[in-house]
Every structure is written in structure tokens, then in C-alpha cells.
């Protein structure tokens, strides 16, 4: 399976408006949103889920959280709220640990 993030993303092949970063994590605006604020956080190297925790060292899983915050925070100034989500397994269509950040209306299925 192609991993788009580690490929496209990290690679710089594909171009993104990056919101928040550090020297292991990397948060941008989703390249294709589904909601009207849907932003991406993901790791600087390929971990397959949030299901591999112990590939996550504790510098990695802290600029995670640094991220999430500042993103949430972001957004919900914009909107009132919002979600954070990871997904797992068959529902990942990107091999790639991720979080994503959303709130708004949902801009298509």
C-alpha cells in the first residue's frame, strides 16, 4: 500500500500549509478536507497505528500531544469545538499513524 504521508508529505513531493512542527511531528491543513477545519498530525518517520505504541518514543508521543493542543486550540477558537480522532486497522485508508483535527460543516463523503 502506497503511504501517501511518508511519499507525497514528508518526502516534499506534495506541496502542504503546514500549522504546526517539530523535529519529529508534523501538523498541515488535510490536502483534500472533509470538514471546513480538518487538519493532520502525523510522525516525521513511518509507524504504521496508534495500535504500535511502542515504536513511539517519549519526545514523539509529547510533540503529539503539543500538537493536538495547539490545533485543537486553533480550531476551537474557530468553531466553538472539535474532534480528535486516529483511526485503526481497515479503517485507515493511510498506513500511517495519524491524528486528525476537525470541526465545521462536512464538505463531502
Not at 497505528?49 to 503539543?66: K, P, R
Not at 480528535?84 to 493511510?94: K, L
Amino acid at each position: 500500500m502506497v503511504d501517501f504521508y511518508c511519499n507525497e508529505v514528508l518526502s516534499g513531493a506534495k506541496q502542504v500549509d503546514v500549522v504546526w512542527e517539530s523535529d519529529k511531528v508534523l501538523a498541515f491543513h488535510h490536502t483534500q478536507p472533509y470538514y471546513e477545519a480538518h487538519v493532520v498530525i502525523i510522525p516525521k518517520r513511518h509507524i504504521n497505528s496508534v495500535t504500535c505504541v511502542d515504536e513511539v518514543d517519549g519526545q514523539l508521543a509529547s510533540d503529539f500531544m503539543s500538537a493536538i493542543a495547539f490545533v485543537s486550540a486553533m480550531i476551537e477558537s474557530q468553531f466553538g469545538g472539535c474532534r480528535v480522532c486516529s483511526n485503526v486497522g481497515s479503517y485507515q485508508t493511510t498506513k500511517l499513524l495519524h491524528w486528525y483535527v476537525h470541526a465545521g460543516k462536512r464538505l463531502r463523503e
